[in-house]
């Protein structure tokens, strides 16, 4: 069994949508071993907990750098024997000791078709832009903001009457049925990488 830790910030529906795909086997060969946020009352913590799933809070107050704090989460996760560190919502970028540590091992979903829209607001960001398709991309975290290799990507059209909730919402649906497949392929060994490139092998 491989051992998944989700990082997250916020809400954690993506966090639900992995521990639900574990219990139904649509994740198979794994579990959600562990779930960390930086921010104490992220209600990721509160879905762990319910689920019996060991729930840690690193506050950033702790430590006096972001590698100080990346060098004591890496200790934690590796304690742990974490094998796959998958980021959900997770508003904290990484250093390079952290991407170094855990290469190819650290997965990241952003609410847009990489790379148009990186950053923290790709919804809005996307909405005003005027496209009149955007989606969801899951890809292989590195040291930049959402620029890591893309393992899969799902597309979805704009409607004139959206908002940016409504538009999140819909692209909600389609994270929480990527990101389990994505999370499979790679406990599976299905993703080959060259270069920026990923490929399934479908066999
Ligand atoms: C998702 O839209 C994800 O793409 C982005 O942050 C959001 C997290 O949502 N990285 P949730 O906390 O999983 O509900």
Known sequence: MKKIAVLASGNGSNLQAIIDAVDSGV?????????VSDRKKAYAL????????PAAY??????ASREEYDR????????????LVV????????TPYFVLC??????????S???AFPGTSGVKDALEYGVKVTGCTVHFVDEGMDTGPIILQEALEVRDDDTVESLHQRIHALEHRLYPQAINLWLKGKIKIQGRRCFIDES
């Open 102 to 111: 855990f290469q190819h091992r650290i997965l990241n979903i952003h609410p």
């Open 46 to 53: 509160e879905r762990a907990r319910q689920r019996n799933i």
């Open 58 to 63: 690193f506050s950033a107050k702790r430590y």
């Open 27 to 35: 994740i198979c060969g794994a579990t959600v071993a562990l779930v």
């Open 72 to 83: 004591a989460l890496v200790t934690y996760l590796e304690e742990r024997q974490i094998d």
């Open 113 to 115: 078709l990489l790379p």
């Open 87 to 94: 980021l959900a919502g997770f508003m904290r970028l990484l």
